[in-house]
Structure formats: C-alpha cells, structure tokens
C-alpha cells in the first residue's frame, strides 16, 4: 500500500532545531567577508568613542625601569587624517608582520610531504589494525585525537577507517564511525605533539598579551601539560561513551541496511611497499632525533640559551620548535616515500611542497585580512580600554577569576555553532579576553586551554563543520536511511559529555594551580 502525503511523520523537536541551525548557518558569511565587516565596526566604533574621550588611566609596570607607574590610554580614531595615513601605509607590514604566516607555511612545507607520501594514511591504518581487540575502541580514539597533529588527515582517513575497523571484529560500523568523529572532531584543539594550528593561537595569544604587557609572551609548550592530560582524558571519556552509550544502542549491525556495492567485510592491511615505506620513516625519524640529540644535550650545545645553558624555556631550541616540527613530517614523509616508492626525487618532494602551499591559498588571503583586523584593532586602543574597564568592573563585582573562564568556555562553545574556525574566533576573542583576564591575575597559558575547551566539542555536532557531510556520506555505505539527524542522535552524548567532563577537568586543573606547558 502506497504511503500518501498526510501519512508522512511529523519531523520531530530536533529535526526542526537542526532545521533551524542549518538555514541560521547558511546565513553566516565566509569568515573573510565577516573580518571585512569587523573591520568597519572598528572604524566606526573608534571615530565614535574618540569623539567621546574615551580613556582609562591604570597602573602598570614600566617595562625599563620596572617600577609602578601610571598611565592613561585613550582611544585612537581611524577615521581621522592620522588614522587613515596608518591603514593606507600599513597595509603591506601589517601582513609582513603577521608571523602566523610564515609559522603556518614553515609547518605545512612539512606535513604536506607526509600526506602527499601516504605516510599519514599508512601510519594511521598500521595504528588500527594492531589493535587489539579489548583495546580497539580506546586506540582509535586516541589515535582520532592525535590525528589532528597532520590538520585535517584525521576527518579523511581515520573515521572510514574506525567504521572498517568496527565492521572488521563484528561490531556496528556506524559506532566506529561516531567514536572517530568524535576523536578528531570533539578534541581537535590538543594534541600530545605540538602541531601548526598551535603556532597561529600562541601567536594571536602573544599579539593579545602585549596590549597589557609588551614584554609578555607565551611559547608554543605553554599548554602542552594540558593538553596531554586532556588526550588522555577524552581518550577514556570518548572509548566510555562509545562502549556504555553508543554501541549498545545501535546494537547488531545488518549487513542489508547498507548501500549497493557497499563492502560489508572488509580489511584494512597494509602493502608490503607501505610496510617497508613505514620501516623507513621509522629509520629517518631516529637519525633526526640523533641529530637533534647532538644539538640539545651536550653541555653549551648550539639549540641551548648561550647564557643560561637552559634548553627548556627560554632557548633556540623552544623558539624555533617549529623547525622541529617541521623537519619531523619533512624527514619521516620523504624515508616512507623512498621506502613506499611514492616519492623518491627530490623533484617530487618539492612538487608535493608546493602542492600544499597552493593549497593554503584561501587561508593566506584570510590571514592576509585577519592582519589588518589585529593592526586596525591594536591601533585604536580598543581592546585595551575594553579590558581596563572591564576588569575594573568585574574586580568590583567580586566574580572572580575561574567563573569568568568557565563562561567564557560557553561562549566560545556557542559561538563555535555558527563560526567553526578555530583562527578565526581566537582573533577575535583573543584581543578581548586575554588582556581582561590578565588584568584579573589569569595568565595567558590558562586563558588559551580555556579556549580549547570550548572550541572543540560542538564541532561534532553542528553541521556547518565543512567535514559534517562527509561523514553523513560514510554513514550512508552502511546505512542508506541515514542522514544528518542520525549522526547528530549519535554525537549528542559526546557533545554534552565532552563539554562537561572536560570544562570539569579544566576547573580541577586551574583551582590546583597545576602548570599549564612549558
């Protein structure tokens, strides 16, 4: 019996709530259009509160003679013939001086030889195919968080891959899938390596803490204690959620739900030439360290402070760390290559570098105009006036240092609903909550994990997450009825565990006073 049109189910709350947030998402602007109109609001606001006087005098330590002093900070207009002559000479240094640029195109002359050699693939399905059985789900979760170290390799390679690896011991295919969504997407702003999207937010972080302290810095480790307890944590959290929740719900996979020419038994073994490409990287990555040893270690080593002698801290070795980085993908990507057969010349590893250099075009123009925004926004005293009063009001109040962290990790999560771009929404906040904070005893170090926290778990559930689809793709292999509300039923717990137990796990950490990184 046919099925009319009136005896179609009603959508049901969260039908009509995902319809909802898709139409407002399609709304949203491209991020480049959304700093263009940032940038006019700034213009406007600075004529604006110029005209007012707007100032405030506060106290602060002369960074020369390190005594106490008084100053006063008033807001400086765009908009007046000495504000157009900065944005009209400007233009080229603000961009020559956004060092986010050459740390990004440093890290990805690296990672761009290890995708383009297979090694990311390759290592990733070696990772999953030892694991053992018991220990499946807590590997690829691990694994899935990790993966964010090559950017956006783990969206494209691990999650196919945790179905496979599901369907491969008799479990349900789309609970693989959703424990590798979850991994990369749910905790991809830490990570036990330091990786490039590090680069840009210590930067950013940096920019944002010279407004109250232009001697103030942080390194690229200064959240890495943090971020590995949080590895760790989301590691047990995500494998618990999947065992307790998730698989128990699906329950028994049928094979017949899946799509036409849907493999239903499947491996994932690697080729003796990825095997050996593997071995290979392996030997590279030691003599790499070898070398590095040799520059670290030794008593008055070359990567060590000449004066102090620390290789922790304040040394060649920790600022230029993204060298490292950078050597390590370059290094271990061309020995897998020659071991692999994919990429053995030189020829071929400058093509693949170039490769990924094409392809970060959109981002270098978005960081082109997030170059002005910084400049434009540091110039008219803005986020230093807005920090002063702010702070002053809220010491006032009597709130408090860890409260305030604790909303603004909800106001990032919301925010990440409609804006995904984890750049994009630090240049904004950055220049806003660190120098508040700081003026309320907060070091930049926790300000930026409290960023963290909040940027990554709704980027499993809201479906402006450019990879959102793909995954509702994969599902539909395994299920041909799926679609974007049966991957949002599955990633809810993980959304709302996530964000709980881990803006928990930060609180822990900040009331314990624990170090944040290096």
Known sequence: MSVSSGDVAPKTAMQRFLD??????????HPVVIFLILIGIVMVLSAVLSLFGAAVTFERINPDTHKVE???????SL??????????????PNFMSFTAVGLMIAAMIGAGVAEESGLV??????????SPGWALTYILSFVGIISSVAADAGYLVLIPLAGVAYLAVGRHPLAGLALGFAAVAAAFTVNMLIKPLDAVLVEFTNDAARLV??????????NVWFSI???????????????????????????????EGTATEQGASLSEQESRGLRYAGFGMLALIAVFCLLTLPSGAPLRNPTTGELIGNSPFMNGLIALIMLMFLVSGWTYGIGAGTMRT???????????????????FLFFVLSQFVAYFTYTNMGTVMALSLSGVLQAANIGA??????????????????????????????VFVPLLMKLGVEPEAVLAAYRVGDSPMNAITPLNAYFALVVGFAQKYDKTAGVGTIVSLMLPYVVWIFVLWTALFAVWKMLGLPWGL
Do not use: C, H, Q
């Open 20 to 29: 909802g947030v898709e139409k407002v998402g399609n709304m949203v602007p």
């Open 70 to 76: 008084t100053a006063t900070t008033a807001i400086r």
């Open 79 to 92: 908009l007046n013939a000495e504000g157009i002559r900065f944005i009209y000479s400007s233009l080229i």
């Open 121 to 130: 693939t390759a290592l990733i399905r070696k990772l999953v195919i030892v």
């Open 213 to 222: 302290d232009p001697n103030r810095s942080i390194g690229l480790a200064s």
């Open 229 to 259: 307890a949080s590895v760790l944590f989301l590691t047990v959290v995500i494998a618990f959620i999947t065992d307790r929740m998730i698989a128990p719900r699906l329950g028994v996979y049928d094979p017949k739900l899946a799509a």
């Open 346 to 364: 030189l020829a071929e590893v400058i093509a693949a570098i170039e490769k990924s250099i094409k392809s970060m075009g959109g981002t270098i």
């Open 402 to 431: 860890l409260p305030l962290l604790l909303g603004f990790i909800v106001v990032v999560a919301i925010i990440d609903l409609l804006l995904t771009g984890a750049i994009a929404k630090w240049a904004i906040f950055a220049p």
